[in-house]
């Protein structure tokens, strides 16, 4: 079993969130600043989405 194989395991038992963390550093470890900064920004825009959705509501 390589360091790989205990990486991955150790990834899936971890919750979501912290997982798209380990996702990203790696991401940005391996130079794709571009990729991130677009899933980056998709991720802002949804945040900004369900912002302006729930402001509506308090209305």
Not at 24 to 36: A, N, P, T, W, Y
């Amino acid at each position: 079993m390589g360091v790989q194989d205990k990486i991955n395991i150790s990834i899936s038992k971890t919750p979501l969130n912290v997982k798209q963390l380990l996702c990203i550093f790696l991401m940005v470890k391996k130079g794709s600043i571009q990729i991130f900064g677009e899933i980056f920004l998709d991720q802002m825009r949804k945040l900004w989405r369900v912002y302006l959705f729930i402001k509506s509501k308090e209305n």
